[in-house]
């Protein structure tokens, strides 16, 4: 595994790549590597002969200056790990490489980045869209894994690869969560005990919306109710966002009947720590007693699906 620092090499490697004839996957992350982005690597490992990782704490996409601070940093562990799972190319580039200057271009995707964390979390989105969008110009073509646990992030990215016709295929992969259901996330390690277990109410209130939807419930804002009302429920956690949305441009429709596929969006707050967390609207259509969980589960580093 190489292990490369400059924009240069690393556009170098994944160049030299492609001449011998291999298929490059690029799984951009922020490091603090946990079994979700494992089984976001696992994946382009194996359907790629070249599968490059990149690990940047992307200053641009903090809105505050004490979550970026806070945010968990391991390059060590991130590398051993990146090693374990067959990585060709590590890109682990300083602040000073990606921004050797304060930029003055910023990708801004309108609509699908304004509501929900574009609303709460001022510029973020445009972070995430401008440091995207110089990870995939330097990769050049090959396909992205982006998990779905952001996943107004991967409809952010999606939306941008296709406007600007940038040569990057972006593969979408499941949610990897704990055995109780809690998505996993680089932020659970703020959580304190007692917020880690109140932490699962984003799950029970996706399942209750889920369940609510499977049971005929068609009204968006009848299904947020319920899904806000599990959060109410928790006194550690406070509500931030509760929607039933269309998956493809999360807009919230008239009718849930009127999209396919719908997305259930939950964000809420424990503590100081801000948890997103989103599942298939239809997740639980056919289970029968509307409560059974068809969101596969991920136990010990193993794909949800
Ligand atoms: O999801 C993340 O870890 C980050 O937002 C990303 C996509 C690597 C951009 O910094």
Partial sequence: MEVVRTVSAFTGALAAARRQGRD??????????????????DRAVAAHDHVAVSI??????????????????DLDADLAQCAEAGVATVF????????????????????????????????????????????FSAAGTCAAYFGEKDFQQLVVVRRMASDLSMPVRVVACPTVRAPDGLALSS?????????????????????????????????????????AAVVAAEPLA???????????????????????????????????VRLI?????????????????AARRLVHGQGER
């Fill in 277 to 293: 967390d989103n599942c298939d609207g239809r997740a639980m259509a056919g289970s029968g007693d509307g409560r059974r969980p």
């Fill in 24 to 41: 490059v996957g690029l799984v951009p992350t922020m490091g603090a590597l946990h079994a979700g982005h494992r089984s976001l690597i």
């Fill in 187 to 227: 932020r659970n390690a703020l959580l304190s005990d007692d917020e880690r277990r109140a932490a699962t109410v984003l799950w029970r209130s996706l399942r209750t919306g889920a369940g609510a939807v499977a049971e005929g419930e068609d009204r968006p804002d009848a299904v947020a109710r319920v899904m």
């Fill in 238 to 272: 406070e509500l931030d966002y509760a929607a039933a949305v269309d998956a493809a441009d999360l807009h919230v429709p008239a009718s849930l009947s009127d999209v396919e596929p719908v997305r259930l969006l939950v964000a809420a707050r424990l503590g100081q």
């Fill in 92 to 135: 682990a580039p300083g602040v000073e490489e990606m921004y050797p200057r304060r930029p003055l271009t910023s990708v801004h995707v309108a609509g699908v980045s304004e509501p929900f964390e574009g609303a709460t979390r001022p510029g973020h989105f445009d972070g995430v869209a401008t440091v995207v969008a110089k990870l």
């Fill in 56 to 73: 940047f704490v992307n200053p641009l996409q903090f809105d505050r200056a004490d979550d970026l601070d806070r945010y968990p940093r």
